[in-house]
């Protein structure tokens, strides 16, 4: 009996100490301003966790149907950047008439610094993001774009010039084409002679293109970044005569270096095509 009248009794003091517990925790509440609707909190359970933020597990937030959501922004279109095309052969394939240490850096630097000039300077102009072709036949006609046509000429000429040599190239070409240099040079022979001494001849730097004048082939020569493109003629074939297209391999030898372009790297299949 007496441990009966003890267990009641330690039942009533846990009562009464958990009724207490709730009558002080309601003050508390009241005086920090928590409704008194506000359900009590059982002392041996743990109160709920409040809703996570969204992308962590919980709910979204409420959104007033009255209020459309941010539209994102949308990044302006950019213009794409002229990129230097790639070599259309090794860089060693033209050896021993052009060496790969010659190539590395008429290619890998002089040629890529044209890009990368142009690329700098159409930023600022109405031609930002229109094609190489494009570029230079418009900032031809001002004066206010003569470095941005001295770029990009010279990185149109660049890639026209790799495309106008190919391993294993030169001689005298066969065919249609044969007949057709027969025709405007009298014979194969006379335009190797004419080609070269154009070139030998022209002062300081510039190019030496082989072109269609009104269905007439012509050799002519353009001075630094000059080309024809601009000047109503058609180009078929080009040699680079500034100095660094040679002067590693042939010194001051500029003849040789002409000779060695016609007689074995002269890409007549380039010419072909530029005539169809």
């Known amino acids: 009996m007496e441990d ?9 003091g846990q009562t009464l100490a ?3 517990a709730v009558l002080i925790a309601g003050k508390v509440a009241a005086q920090a301003g928590v409704p008194a609707s506000a359900p009590a909190v059982h002392p041996n359970k743990p ?9 962590m597990g919980g709910a979204p ?3 007033d149907a009255g209020v459309a959501p941010p539209t994102p922004a949308v990044p302006a279109p950019s213009h794409p950047s002229l990129v230097q095309p790639p070599l259309p052969y090794a860089q060693n394939a033209l050896e021993p008439y052009i060496s790969s240490t010659t ?5 890998g630097k002089h040629h890529k610094a044209y890009f990368d000039k142009t690329n700098t300077l ?8 229109k094609s190489l072709d494009e570029i230079v036949k418009g900032a031809a006609k001002g004066k206010q774009y003569s470095k941005l046509f001295n770029n990009a000429a010279q990185a149109w000429n660049h890639n026209f010039y790799w ?6 190239g030169g001689g005298a070409p ?6 057709r240099i027969d025709k405007d040079f009298g014979s194969y022979d006379e335009f190797r002679a004419l080609f070269t001494t154009a070139g030998v001849d022209h002062f300081s730097n510039g190019w030496v293109w082989l072109v269609l004048d009104k269905n007439k082939l012509k050799i002519v020569d353009t001075h630094d970044a000059d080309t024809p493109v601009v000047h109503g003629l058609k180009p078929l074939a080009v040699s680079d005569v500034w100095e660094h297209a040679y002067y590693l391999d042939y010194k001051n030898a500029r003849k040789d270096y002409l000779a060695a372009f016609v007689d074995h790297l002269l890409n007549w299949d380039f010419v072909a095509q530029n005539l169809a």
């Not at 066969?174 to 007949?179: A, I, P, W």
Request: proline content about 8%; overall charge positive; charged content about 20%.
């Open 174 to 179: 066969t065919g249609e084409l044969k007949q």
């Open 18 to 20: 958990a009724s207490a």
């Open 4 to 12: 009966n009248s003890r267990t009641r009794r330690g039942f009533i």
């Open 122 to 129: 159409v930023e600022s102009t109405p031609l930002k993001g």
């Open 163 to 168: 495309l106008s040599m190919k391993q294993k």
């Open 47 to 55: 109160a709920a966790k409040p809703p996570t933020a969204i992308g």
């Open 61 to 63: 937030p409420a959104v």
């Open 103 to 107: 190539l590395s850096f008429h290619y």
